[in-house]
């Protein structure tokens, strides 16, 4: 691991795959799913970057000294606002057609306008309304993007928010928000179906390859197929537990823990 400087991380992870990661935490506490994962995916014409992170400080020139060259593909795993706020340092931006008109616009960052920290004030330049890129591309499931001598894949993974995707390619899934050890965000319990079908249709992608290596958008990274299995069972429990939630005013959803998991569990369902 490289510190580029007082914010970014750099790993890397594969020959082929790299992380620039960063804490979310810096922003506002209560946000614990450290570090934020972004992945960059080395072809041998074109690279992918896979999200955008918080946009507290210029992303673009450490990416630029990366793929040293090649054609760069910029990719949103959904429009959550800790993955989308770089968007603007680059031209063009590509995310599922379900989430394409929220970062289309302006995104509206007031509600962390009185974090208790202090790198918050960095969003005050744009008036805590984050500009997005010149140019939004729609995602469809199973696209695929030629890198070169790489495929990557498109998957369409709604659960998380109705425009989360994952990526694969070979051996390796990149998870997004839709799997990964910390906090998760659940939509309310009427729509865990569409979540649990999502982590079944994952697990048998995982299932056909040996040595799966899954690549999460926070916390532990890289991690096996049994980071899918456990979330899948203990999202299964959450009604025998329903009993122990307790309310968190600050997200205005229903928190319970679990054993590898907080479930954050939203009162209003996906837009």
Same mark, same amino acid.
């Given at each position: 691991?490289?510190?580029?400087?007082?914010?970014? /991380?750099?790993?890397?992870?594969?020959?082929?795959?790299?992380?620039?990661?960063?804490n979310?935490?810096? !922003?506002h506490?209560?946000?614990?799913? $450290?570090?934020?994962?972004?992945?960059?995916?080395?072809?041998?014409?074109?690279?992918?970057?896979?999200d955008?992170?918080?946009?507290?400080?210029?992303?673009?020139?450490?990416?630029?000294?990366?793929?040293?060259?090649?054609?760069?593909?910029?990719?949103?795993?959904?429009?959550?606002?800790?993955?989308?706020?770089?968007?603007?340092?680059?031209?063009?931006?590509y995310?599922?057609?379900?989430?394409?008109?929220?970062?289309?616009?302006?995104?509206n960052?007031?509600?962390?306008?009185? @974090?208790?920290? /202090?790198?918050?004030?960095?969003?005050?330049?744009?008036?805590?309304?984050?500009?997005?890129?010149?140019? !939004?591309?729609?995602?469809?499931d199973?696209?695929?993007?030629?890198?070169? $001598?790489?495929?990557?894949?498109?998957?369409?993974?709604?659960?998380?928010?109705?425009?989360?995707?994952?990526?694969?390619?070979?051996?390796?899934?990149?998870?997004?928000?839709v799997?990964?050890?910390?906090d998760?965000?659940?939509?309310?319990?009427?729509?865990f179906?569409?979540?649990?079908?999502?982590?079944?249709?994952?697990?048998?992608?995982?299932? /056909?390859?040996? $040595?799966?290596?899954?690549?999460p958008?926070?916390?532990?990274?890289?991690?096996?197929?049994?980071?899918?299995?456990?979330?899948?069972?203990? !999202?299964?429990?959450?009604n025998?537990?329903?009993?122990?939630?307790?309310?968190?005013?600050?997200? $205005?959803?229903?928190? !319970?823990? @679990?054993?590898?998991?907080?479930?954050?569990?939203?009162?209003?369902?996906?837009?």
């Amino acid at each position: 691991m490289k510190q580029i400087n007082k914010h970014f /991380k750099l790993t890397k992870l594969d020959t082929r795959v790299f992380s620039i990661q960063e804490n979310i935490s810096e !922003i506002h506490p209560i946000y614990r799913n $450290d570090p934020l994962n972004l992945y960059i995916v080395l072809g041998s014409k074109r690279a992918i970057l896979l999200d955008t992170g918080c946009g507290l400080y210029p992303l673009k020139p450490i990416v630029k000294d990366i793929i040293e060259g090649r054609e760069l593909i910029v990719i949103n795993s959904h429009a959550h606002w800790d993955h989308i706020l770089g968007n603007h340092e680059f031209e063009e931006v590509y995310i599922h057609k379900n989430e394409a008109n929220i970062i289309k616009n302006y995104y509206n960052l007031t509600f962390l306008r009185n @974090s208790p920290r /202090k790198s918050v004030k960095k969003y005050e330049k744009y008036n805590f309304l984050i500009p997005p890129a010149d140019k !939004i591309l729609n995602l469809h499931d199973r696209d695929i993007f030629d890198l070169g $001598d790489l495929n990557v894949e498109i998957i369409h993974a709604p659960g998380h928010s109705l425009g989360s995707i994952c990526l694969k390619t070979n051996n390796i899934l990149f998870t997004g928000d839709v799997a990964y050890y910390g906090d998760i965000f659940l939509p309310p319990r009427s729509e865990f179906p569409i979540v649990l079908k999502t982590l079944s249709d994952l697990i048998n992608i995982s299932e /056909k390859y040996e $040595d799966i290596i899954l690549f999460p958008s926070h916390c532990k990274s890289p991690c096996s197929i049994k980071l899918l299995k456990d979330l899948m069972n203990e !999202i299964k429990s959450i009604n025998k537990n329903w009993e122990l939630r307790i309310f968190d005013n600050f997200f $205005d959803a229903w928190r !319970i823990n @679990s054993k590898n998991f907080t479930f954050i569990i939203s009162e209003k369902k996906n837009k």
